[in-house]
Nanobody
């Protein structure tokens, strides 16, 4: 069982930045592709970004965040990050960290790809 704990959410004005962190409980963290999802009120949970096991450069982003968000990981610290720049009001959502045994370099992750979930951290972007 891998426990994932997100942090770094909060309130920010449009155009601002936030960095989310997700700490994993196990050393087997490096065995998983790590994924960020988000869920806005009244909407379905959607894929945001993913990074492969090694984190050496294999990443995948939803079109809506390309060029603004950057996912990275530090396997020595069992932590994955999501740097969010130029935030927009439509980025307002609960952001969830997730672990997957699959790596999808070009297609988007669905919830069925995920084996572990964090509890989420809320990001609010005001206009």
């Amino acid at each position: 069982q891998v426990q994932l704990v997100e942090s770094g959410g909060g309130w920010v004005q449009a155009g601002g930045s936030l960095r989310l962190s997700c700490a994993a409980s196990q050393r087997t963290f490096s065995s998983y592709a790590m994924v960020w999802f988000r869920q806005a009120p009244g909407k379905e949970r959607q894929f945001v970004a993913a990074i492969s096991w090694s984190g050496g450069g294999s990443t995948n982003y939803a079109d809506s965040v390309k060029g603004r968000f950057t996912i990275s990981r530090d396997n020595a610290k069992n932590t994955v990050y999501l740097q969010m720049n130029n935030l927009k009001p439509e980025d307002t959502a609960a952001y969830y960290c997730a672990a997957s045994l699959s790596w999808r370099p070009t297609s988007w992750y669905s919830q069925s790809d995920i084996v572990y979930w964090g509890k989420g951290t809320l990001v609010t972007v005001s206009s």
